[in-house]
């Protein structure tokens, strides 16, 4: 036995060297609308070397490496496309390679239909290659984190996978995947306790996302949709990554003659290691596991397979079992701020635990079936059931005092002087159980070579139990006060219909017109809200490389459950739809420079919210007043500008302008005497800052690597994001009327990838190994995610800032297969 490895080890030694040797180009082939290009050739000039591109697009060649090539692509009406490249021994080079239309032949190209992957005549609508997800440096690799270096798109908060996207709340955006609509919890309270994001970056093969103006077959929310399309395996094969912070496994491939196509992902994350940065200091035991699979079976007829064509019939399955469990004994907690010349501490003692746990099942049986060429359908039914649980017995005793910030002062950064001292006390059994089922059909005919009509349905059953058990107060000075006290036991029971109608008219080769209408009925509020939508884009001849975009629309948001409950835990049920008009302008520019792509992207934007449902904002739970009527609005421009800054990394800069205003009813400021210091008027406060108005928006992904060796890599994140406004809550005359801190923050990554053997290869066995080191938090900024409220012995309140995690240092490898 011991001889017979002997031999095998000396067979791999020897033959690691040919693999080595082997270098492979993969890539996909599309047009300008984002759509496979089928039978495209891709050839290496002066080589022997070639390929056509399948019916996705995609191609792979084996080429010598060390050696520079010029890799031509051609299809018939558009432009060659051509690029040079060098690879090295055992490297594998992705290219997602967009062809330009031939402007003198593009009268004799057939018109068809686009598909739900366009992005340069839709607009707002921004592709996202989903291996970027896997590389970018984050806490915790959340799927949500490559969202905020796009303009318009803001989370101030590390530790949450939620986002603002222009102006609007971390609920008023639409998640699909697959076709099936995505929920996050009801309970979540903060960042911190929160679990994974439902979307797995080892499945995915599509992320297409969209900051407003999306089109009628979306479904009603406010602010953004991101559709997410998970991979149909072709063979087997896997991978296993981790890090510090967790890990996760895949593997997926096809059984009974490739008619069944299954993806199957496990994730495990561990926050503790990042939650002690905090500055509370404690035993955090966060440990969040989900289990997710995407099941695809192939109805087709066996003649229709052995074609290679796209399925007639399909059943898919998507899958997701959830279990989120947050547990913490804070211990201490020491907070220092203010100014240069007054500072003040807060020093906090704790004792008890706090208890969260967040189970979720959520899948979608989905049918499609292609009738003819022309006509297509579909019919999805889904089901989210979520048990949620909040246990809290937490004590604090708290010192709040002044210090000395001068060093020749004694005592020195120590405190000084007694501000107030005193006791909380917070106590909470609270329970969620949330069902939702929903039965969709669609359809999709072809009814004119230049009209694409769709048209779908969608009926839903929604139940909520929620128990809330919730108990405190504060001891301060010798009395008791802020007591509070809850208890409720309630169900929300209620159905939901949607529809929608729209047609994609290509009026020419350079105008496509988009229009429809969506219907929305809640029986709880007895509402129906009409939403008509249109989008138009325009290329003009003389301008090849421009395409110009308008639309405008009603988007119409109804109250899912939290909308409805108000600050005693009651509901409402008397709210009106939220609704917002969308009118947006934009232009996208595709030039070469330095021989290499870029886009430049802008767009300006107006929203109108004629009814909207205010908030207030604890940590990341936003806390709804129904009981408010109010009016808001958003206006701003955004800015994108991606390409190969580095000749074969994308990169991109991105900037958003913002202003966003609301007008409560009921609130009040007070005008004085300025001599006597009377009131002599009380007047309303007309339109003031939303708690989302974050006026400037910068965010940066830059990818680099070694000029002669791009196996080794750097990856840069930035994001800075101007003050949110905030405010006591409770107190409407006093909201958002105070400018918080900017948010700043720059992760960094170093990363090797070393290419054991070639994807051509045959058999079952290791492909590639990266390895990655990560800074993140580079600069160390204190960023600040709320705000706690203590009041000194004078009676004065203080706005005491709760901070982000620090430096962080984090390992991570990911093993493909």
């Not at 803001?154 to 995505?182: F, H, P, Q």
């Not at 939650?275 to 969040?288: A, I, M, R, T």
């Not at 405010?727 to 923050?745: C, E, H, M, T, V």
């Not at 706005?799 to 490898?813: D, E, I, K, S």
Request: net charge neutral.
């Amino acid at each position: 036995m011991g001889k017979r490895w002997g031999w095998c080890i000396c067979f791999m030694i020897l033959s690691f060297p040919a693999w080595a040797q082997q270098a492979f180009i993969q890539g996909q082939v599309t047009n300008a609308q984002q759509q496979p290009l089928i039978g495209a050739t891709v050839v290496v000039q002066n080589a022997s070397v070639s390929a056509l591109t399948d019916a996705q697009g995609k191609f792979s060649l084996k080429v010598e490496p060390e050696k520079e090539i010029t890799l031509l692509v051609t299809y018939i009406g558009f432009l060659k496309f051509e690029k040079e490249l060098t690879l090295l021994p055992g490297e594998t080079r992705y290219l997602g390679i967009e062809l330009i239309a031939n402007s003198k032949e593009l009268q004799e190209v057939e018109v068809r239909a686009k598909s739900t992957n366009e992005t340069r005549e839709v607009v707002s609508i921004t592709k996202i290659d989903p291996r970027l997800t896997q590389s970018i440096p984050s806490p915790f690799q959340e799927f949500n984190k490559i969202l905020t270096t796009l303009p318009g798109v803001t989370s101030n908060n590390e530790l949450s996978s939620a986002y603002s996207v222009r102006g609007g709340t971390y609920d008023e955006n639409l998640v699909y995947v697959n076709g099936m609509e995505v929920y996050r919890p009801f309970l979540n309270f903060s960042g911190q306790q929160e679990g994974l994001s439902f979307v797995n970056p080892d499945l995915v093969e599509e992320v297409t996302f969209s900051s407003g103006g999306w089109q009628p077959k979306y479904g009603d929310k406010l602010s953004s949709v991101l559709d997410i399309q998970y991979r149909t395996p072709q063979k087997f094969k896997g991978s296993v990554s981790g890090s510090l912070t967790g890990g996760s496994v895949h593997a997926e491939g096809t059984a009974f003659d490739k008619r069944l196509g299954f993806l199957v992902g496990v994730r495990h994350k561990n926050a503790g290691y990042v939650l002690n940065s905090l500055e509370v200091e404690g035993d955090y035991q966060p440990v969040f596991t989900d289990v997710q699979t995407y099941l695809t079976y192939d109805l087709s007829k066996a003649g229709h397979r052995a074609t290679g064509a796209a399925p007639i019939t399909q059943l898919s399955l998507l899958a997701n079992i959830a279990q989120n469990d947050y547990q913490v004994r804070p211990e201490t907690r020491e907070t220092t701020f203010g100014t240069q010349t007054q500072v003040l501490r807060l020093l906090v003692g704790y004792d008890g635990q706090e208890q969260m746990k967040y189970t979720t099942w959520q899948s979608g049986l989905r049918l499609q079936h292609e009738f003819s060429s022309d006509v297509k359908g579909e019919l999805i039914y889904s089901t989210l059931y979520s048990q949620e649980r909040e246990y809290r017995d937490l004590e604090a005793g708290y010192r709040f005092c002044d210090v000395m910030p001068m060093a020749s002062v004694s005592p020195f950064n120590r405190c000084a002087g007694e501000r107030g001292v005193g006791s909380t006390y917070n106590y909470s059994r609270n329970k969620l159980r949330a069902a939702i089922q929903a039965l969709e059909g669609k359809v999709n005919w072809r009814f004119m070579p230049s009209h694409t009509l769709m048209a779908g349905v969608k009926a839903g059953l929604e139940s909520i139990e929620d128990g809330l058990q919730e108990y405190g107060f504060t001891d301060s000075a010798d009395y008791v006060s802020d007591i509070s006290t809850l208890s409720i036991d309630q169900t929300l029971n209620s159905t939901r219909w949607q529809g929608f109608v729209q047609d994609e008219w290509a009026i020419d080769s350079s105008q496509t017109l988009t229009y429809g209408v969506r219907l929305h009925y809640w029986s709880t509020n007895a509402q129906l809200s009409i939403s008509p939508r249109v989008q138009y884009a325009v290329r003009f001849a003389s301008l090849p490389d421009w395409s110009f975009k308008a639309a405008a629309g009603s988007y119409v948001q109804a109250p899912l459950y939290r909308e409805l409950r108000l600050a005693d835990g009651t509901l409402q049920k008397e709210v009106e739809n939220q609704q917002a008009w969308h009118f947006i302008t934009g232009t996208e520019y595709q030039f070469h420079k330095w021989g290499r792509p870029f886009k430049l992207t802008t767009e300006a934007y107006v929203k109108y919210m004629p009814s909207v449902i205010p908030f207030e904002q604890e940590n990341m739970r936003l806390r709804y007043l129904p009981n408010v009527k109010s009016t808001a609005y958003a206006i701003g421009a955004d800015v994108r500008l991606n390409g190969e800054f580095i000749k074969g990394e994308e990169s991109w800069f991105s900037v958003g302008f913002l202003s966003t205003k609301e007008n409560l009813e009921g609130d009040s400021t007070e005008v004085r005497d300025p001599i006597t210091g009377k009131v002599e008027a009380v007047e309303a406060k007309g339109y003031i800052r939303r708690p989302t108005d974050q006026r400037l928006n910068f965010g940066v992904f830059f990818q680099d690597h070694l000029p002669n060796n791009p196996t080794w890599k750097m990856y840069l994140n930035l994001a800075f994001s101007t003050g949110l406004p905030f405010g006591p809550p409770g107190l409407l005359n006093y909201r958002s009327a105070f400018n918080g801190p900017a948010y700043r923050r720059v992760d960094m990554g170093f990363s090797k990838l070393i290419s054991v053997r070639g994807t051509g290869a045959s058999g079952f066995g290791l492909e590639s190994l990266w390895l990655s080191l990560e800074v993140l938090n580079l600069i160390s900024a204190n960023n600040v995610v709320s705000y706690n409220y203590v009041k000194d012995t004078s009676g004065i309140t203080y706005a005491v800032p709760n901070y982000l995690t620090g430096r962080l240092v984090n390992l991570r490898f990911i093993a493909r297969f």
